[in-house]
């Protein structure tokens, strides 16, 4: 079946700007993670969603961030008030339940640059 | 607060030589561990976990507690194991977060 979509795949936006990075998880996978991967870093947990709520928002580093997940599926991931320094690949995944040993499954990210 | 270590940027072996890439891990409790790899152009991907002791590839990995580590090993590398490498872990049971490291990008030379 399908993987984890995510789009816009690449993102060009001026400092300042408002973004919004969209997620589409596996069907009928409860968890939904993102993460975001700066240049020559491995990724890093911003937040996670079980079903509709966000479980754990401790990664987000500023109140400009913030996700949704109103329906338990999709995801937007948005950005206010954008910084150079948010220039990133952010990744998306889902996994069938919030177990740990569950495999997460990776969206192909958006590139997110901000100018 | 977790950490995962990978010390080698960069690791370039021949085709057919055995491979290491080396991973240490700080944390207090019980940490689950996995590898995740990201071939050329494709997403990233479980490659093993330690959890199920299993080979994936021709690729192993133990849990050593007293070292704090989860070396990635493959007795002879092929072409195809060409890829960036990521030591990730989480805290075990309900907990989600993967902490992942900086990534050892592996090529494996003809």
């Known amino acids: 079946g399908a993987g984890v979509s995510q789009t816009p795949s690449n993102k060009v936006t001026e400092k300042g700007k408002y973004v919004e990075l969209r997620c589409d998880p596996i069907?009928?996978?409860?968890?939904l993670y993102w993460y975001r991967q700066s240049l020559g870093q491995g990724p890093e947990f911003l937040i996670y969603?079980?079903?509709?709520?966000?479980?754990?928002d401790s990664g987000l580093p500023n109140d400009r961030f913030f996700a949704v997940r109103p329906e338990g599926s999709v995801s937007t991931l948005k950005i206010q008030r954008t910084e150079r320094g948010d220039s990133a690949v952010y990744l998306c995944a889902s996994s069938p339940t919030i177990v740990s040993s569950d495999t997460q499954y990776f969206g192909p990210g958006t590139r997110l640059t901000v100018l | 607060a977790q950490r995962v270590t990978q010390p080698e940027k960069l690791l370039s072996v021949f085709k057919g030589a055995p491979v290491e890439l080396k991973c240490n891990y700080s944390y207090s409790g019980s940490p689950e561990l996995f590898w995740y790899v990201q071939y050329s152009r494709q997403r990233l991907q479980l490659l093993l976990r330690?959890?199920s002791r299993e080979s994936i590839k021709g690729f192993t990995a133990d849990l050593n507690k007293g070292e704090t580590s989860f070396h990635l090993k493959k007795p002879f590398a092929q072409e195809e194991d060409s890829a960036m490498y990521y030591c990730?872990?989480?805290?075990?049971?309900?907990?989600?977060?993967?902490?992942f490291g900086k990534g050892t990008l592996l090529t494996v030379n003809p």
């Open positions: 069907s009928g996978h409860t968890a």
């Open positions: 969603f079980q079903g509709t709520g966000a479980a754990d």
């Open positions: 990730a872990l989480s805290s075990g049971g309900s907990n989600y977060k993967l902490t």
């Open positions: 330690h959890i």
